[in-house]
């Protein structure tokens, strides 16, 4: 690997591991009064929080590198590791950096560990992000808009600064330009997965946790630039597949380098769907919050943690595999993900309709041994590959 995108890469492995918020600390301290929130996976409208001068921070659990010691006290035994992590985070001093916590509509499980959050740390701000899940802009759009007002009066007192128009207008650009290179690294990687491995493009999209989003735009487009220098990216004989179940807690780095090493090029996946959960542009122009509703209303992706009408239901991934030439799909959810479990049969009916490939195991963020996932996997691959010739 050349110096420079070797740097650029190990950056990211940096942020990636660092569960102490280094990143955070060092952000605030280069200006007095600086704040920052954190908030758990899936969507939160991080504009409001930057227009607000408040740097949003994504808070993903522990991963691997974290031994669970008081964590596992506040929660039984069958639900998902991500809470139980994010405890123990909290509880060692890791988030004392933060300013607050929000916690969005994602499950039973982040809905209690947003009341608990509140008897943990009495004197930090909570609060639990219900998004509609009516998309009639009459109803959703309304309940909606007054969450956001009063997400945005929240916002200005802990800031200590109102939160103008023309501040939320810049945000909204901001954050455009970043799901854009977002979506463009995506598509670059959809073509060539061989040039920009999800085992990396997963590193540099974690960095946008705990950087502002200037500053990640900036980073994901040097990737896009670096990567295609390197000479010995080559193609491989993989099969091309979609994951699918991963949009909270997040996997292992392992696993995903597992899947590649197994003989899987993923073009398509729901990882860090929080990032991206908007498809396309919020409208700059006019009243920002009235554009941030119906960005949501209209533009918000298929997830197992959002209203889809009867019928709906797999449609959106079965597009995902037609649009990136996939040749099978990948169920990998956590443990006790009842939104991603719940929602897997319906998606696998979907995909039998249309003949199409697929498996399925589960993880957890602490996951440490991949050699029956790699197996399965290769398998998978090695399946495909055979059918395909055949």
């Not at 031994?67 to 596992?72: L, T």
Request: proline share 6%; hydrophobic share 40%; charged share 25%.
């Amino acid at each position: 690997m050349k110096p420079e995108l070797e740097q650029l890469v190990h950056r990211a492995q940096q942020l990636y591991e660092d569960l102490d918020l280094a990143a955070v600390r060092t952000w605030k301290q280069a200006a007095p009064g600086r704040k920052a929130i954190g908030y758990m996976p899936i969507y939160v409208p991080r504009e409001l929080m930057h227009a607000a001068g408040i740097l949003p921070v994504g808070i993903l659990g522990g991963g691997d590198r974290l031994e669970i010691i008081r964590g596992d006290a506040y929660f039984q035994s069958y639900i998902c590791h991500i809470p139980r992590s994010t405890v123990e985070l909290a509880l060692s001093g890791r988030l004392d950096v933060l300013d607050g916590m929000l916690f969005p509509s994602i499950g039973d499980v982040i809905r209690n560990l947003s009341g608990m959050w509140t008897m943990l740390f009495p004197g930090r701000y909570v609060r639990y992000v219900d998004v509609p899940q009516n998309f009639d802009p009459k109803v959703g759009g309304a309940y909606w808009r007054r969450e956001l007002e009063t997400l945005q009066g929240d916002l200005t007192r802990l800031a200590g600064r109102a939160i103008k128009d023309d501040d939320l207008r810049h945000s909204i650009a901001i954050y455009n330009q970043n799901r854009q290179a977002i979506r463009e690294l995506y598509q670059a990687r959809s073509w060539q997965p061989w040039v920009y491995p999800t085992s990396e493009l997963y590193l540099f999209l974690r960095a946008g946790n705990v950087l502002p989003p200037e500053e990640h735009t900036e980073l994901l487009r040097q990737y896009l630039k670096l990567a295609p220098l390197e000479e010995d990216r080559k193609e491989k004989d993989h099969s091309r597949v979609v994951l699918v179940g991963m949009f909270c807690e997040q996997p292992p780095l392992g696993l995903l380098l597992t899947l590649e090493r197994a003989g899987c090029w993923i073009v398509d996946d729901d990882l860090l769907l929080g990032m991206r959960w908007l498809t396309g542009e919020v409208e700059v122009e006019g009243d920002p919050l009235a554009n941030l509703v119906t960005a949501f209303l209209e533009q918000s992706t298929a997830t197992a943690s959002r209203y889809q009408p009867e019928g709906d239901r797999g449609r959106a991934l079965v597009e995902s595999v037609q649009h990136n030439v996939a040749e099978g799909v990948i169920f990998c959810a956590p443990s006790f993900c009842d939104p991603a479990l719940l929602d897997q049969p319906m998606l696998i009916a979907a995909l039998d309709r249309e003949s199409i490939q697929h498996t399925q195991f589960k993880y957890s963020e602490d996951t440490g041994q991949f050699a029956v996932i790699r197996e399965q996997a290769g398998t998978f691959s090695d399946s495909i590959r055979l059918w395909s010739e055949a």
